[in-house]
């Protein structure tokens, strides 16, 4: 018959196993365990909130381009013969563009896109109809100056009849998209995502210089039309930055851009619009007047868009930009 083995009472072998290791051994430190380090491609990819912000710029440009050529191939097959139609179609694509890789980075963001800057319970709402005014009426302080100074002349009508209520209504929806594609792409997601990583106005001055940039492309465009536009995409960032949102400048820049092309009926960044309104000419130096590139490639254009900061700055004192 096998003898009963020795075994420790409950209560010591209870207290036994409550007390830590340094107890147990006054001499041995706990050591946590070791911890493999990160593999270098992660670390140049992935940080601590996922993919790293220049990437993430990156993959939302390479998305939106694909998706603009992806819809360019498509319209291949319906070419519209009427070259305005066409650009309008163009117009379209890049705000289509622009706007489905946001909706995709949001997935893989985990967030929602309002928060890229055009939050749609606001869409076409007060902000949106202040800019609106305030873009045609800085336009329009522009243009008298000019004519008070023997630099612009108004002309007669270029068009008549119903054609002027078919181009005005054409050129509203254009430059509709225009506002909205390009603020979208240059202080959208874009501004978003460099703000994170560098800051509010570091990203602000980077992506202004970069749409001032944009306009080389432009046929007729020089160094002072490409710094006009530079200009007023800043103080777009401004209004972003106390609004909250980019309805402002969407508003402000579709309606000064009608403006130019229609209404006033005056080159814009380098090119004039057919069906435009008016018989309008310059007269004098291209330093004033902007020459072949329009108004904002009049140096005035700096004088009114510097008391337009001034005056927004003051009626909208507070940053409310979160982003």
């Known amino acids: 018959m096998d003898e009963p083995k020795e075994s420790s009472p409950p209560a010591a072998e209870e207290n036994l196993q409550s007390q830590p290791p340094a107890a147990l051994d006054p001499g041995l430190t706990p050591v946590p365990p070791p911890r493999l380090p990160d593999h270098p491609v992660h670390a140049v990819f992935l940080g601590p909130d996922g993919l790293r912000v220049p990437w993430r710029f990156l993959l939302y440009i390479a998305i939106g381009f694909a998706i603009v050529l992806l819809l360019g191939s498509v319209r291949h097959f319906w070419h519209p013969r009427v070259q305005l139609w066409e650009s309008l179609v163009g117009e379209a694509e890049v705000l289509i563009g622009a706007v489905a890789a946001a909706f995709i980075m949001a997935r893989l963001e985990k967030r929602s896109f309002d928060a890229y800057g055009l939050p749609r319970r606001l869409a076409f709402g007060k902000l949106f109809w202040v800019g609106m005014v305030w873009g045609i009426a800085s336009l329009t302080v522009l243009m008298l100056i000019m004519r008070g100074a023997g630099l612009f002349y108004f002309g007669g009508l270029a068009i008549h009849g119903t054609r002027i209520l078919k181009f005005a209504a054409f050129y509203a929806l254009f430059f509709l998209l225009v506002g909205l594609g390009e603020e979208f792409v240059a202080r959208g997601y874009t501004q978003f995502t460099l703000t994170q990583g560098m800051g509010f106005w570091p990203a ?93 490639g009049s140096v005035l254009l700096f004088v009114i868009i510097a008391l337009t900061w001034v005056a927004f700055n003051r009626v909208y004192p507070e940053a409310k930009y979160s982003g």
């Open 204 to 296: 602000a001055i980077l992506l202004s210089a970069m749409f001032g940039g944009i306009h080389l492309f432009n046929q007729g465009e020089v160094w002072i039309g490409i710094l006009g536009a530079a200009v007023i995409g800043f103080f777009f960032c401004l209004t972003l930055r106390r609004t909250g949102n980019l309805w402002f400048a969407v508003g402000f820049h579709a309606s000064w851009d009608w403006g130019e092309s229609y209404l006033y009926s005056v080159p814009d960044s380098g090119g004039v619009s057919p069906g435009h309104l008016l018989q309008s000419s310059f007269h004098g130096s291209r330093w004033l007047t902007g020459g072949s590139v329009g108004p904002e």
